[in-house]
């Protein structure tokens, strides 16, 4: 369904409110996730013209940027919804974003550390691997819970 033109500023960009292609290409999130994103009530209620086009303001956009940038951070959604709503409370204690932020963080070296030790048992699997025409293999027999190689070289 074409839609018409956004009147455009002297640099060329659509003044808002934008439509959803607009918004998507302004935040960097897709119209998919945009609308996932409002379903989810993360966005807030989003203004709609009479036949239903969603119509995005300049505060929507940097909304979506906010929760673009807190999921590439690694932020869950229930984490972000939190974080959006004290970023929108301009009495909000800094203390309450601090402890998300933290919890966050310690979820993240708990993470690492667990895939660094994948990592050193893969290493470690690999190494006594001879990857030959030989059918005995301490990879596969790791994985299926036998004991462990030796370590002898």
Request: aromatic content about 4%; overall charge neutral.
């Amino acid at each position: 369904m074409p839609s018409l033109p956004e009147p455009a500023d002297s640099a060329g960009l659509s003044r808002f409110p934008v439509n959803i292609g607009q918004a998507a290409a302004r935040s960097g999130v897709s119209a998919k996730m945009l609308r996932h994103y409002e379903s989810l009530g993360l966005l807030g209620r989003v203004m709609r013209t009479d036949n239903g086009y969603r119509q995005y303001t300049e505060a929507d956009v940097h909304s979506l940027r906010f929760i673009k940038r807190s999921r590439d951070m690694g932020f869950s959604i229930a984490e972000i919804a939190e974080l959006v709503n004290l970023w929108h409370d301009r009495r909000r204690a800094s203390a309450s974003v601090k402890t998300i932020a933290q919890k966050h963080l310690d979820d993240l070296s708990a993470r690492i550390e667990a895939m660094q030790a994948m990592q050193r048992t893969l290493q470690n699997l690999l190494h006594h691997c001879h990857g030959d025409e030989r059918p005995d293999c301490p990879i596969l027999d790791d994985l299926a819970g036998s004991p462990q190689p030796s370590c002898h070289g």
